[in-house]
């Protein structure tokens, strides 16, 4: 599995940088997993950074995280992923949204919840989420079956 992680802004608080780190380090263990933060500005120009990273992936798959976007189960979400053959960018904003032309490059718009949370929890979020369904995959005992 190859993954890249589009984050806009730095993780601030070091509690969830620490356990978001160990998430991706987990998820190192079946494939290789890249991040690459951008500065948190404003929707425009954080949207036209976030498309000039995707226009450099342009085979990937884009799943986009936006509030709007499709719940999933944890194994639906394991089944996607799974099928992906290819590399996988996953983008997260900044804390005012997503510029619409970043939504549009989505192969996937996905929403953890139909709660809202910080960019940093939801990063965290997904680095958990990304463990749990390549574990899944490979039949370990992460989620609880």
């Not at 589009?6 to 601030?12: A, H, P, V």
């Not at 884009?62 to 499709?70: N, R």
């Not at 904003?93 to 192969?107: Q, T």
């Not at 910080?118 to 005992?141: K, P």
Request: with cysteine; proline share 3%.
């Amino acid at each position: 599995m190859l993954a890249k992680l589009l984050l806009i802004g730095r993780m601030k608080d070091r509690s969830l940088s620490a356990r978001t780190d160990e998430f991706l380090e987990r998820c190192r263990a079946y494939g290789k997993v890249e991040t690459v933060e951008l500065p948190d500005s404003d929707v425009v120009r954080e949207g036209k950074a976030l498309l000039r990273e995707l226009d450099k992936e342009r085979s990937s798959c884009v799943v986009v995280l936006s509030e709007e976007g499709k719940l999933l189960t944890t194994e639906a979400f394991a089944s996607y992923i799974s099928a992906a053959d290819r590399k996988i960018v996953f983008v997260i904003g900044g804390p005012f949204g997503l510029a619409p032309e970043v939504k549009a490059r989505a192969s996937l718009l996905w929403s953890l919840s139909p709660l809202t949370f910080t960019h940093e929890l939801a990063r965290l979020l997904l680095c958990e989420q990304l463990y749990r369904a390549l574990n899944f995959n490979a039949g370990g005992s992460y989620h609880h079956r």
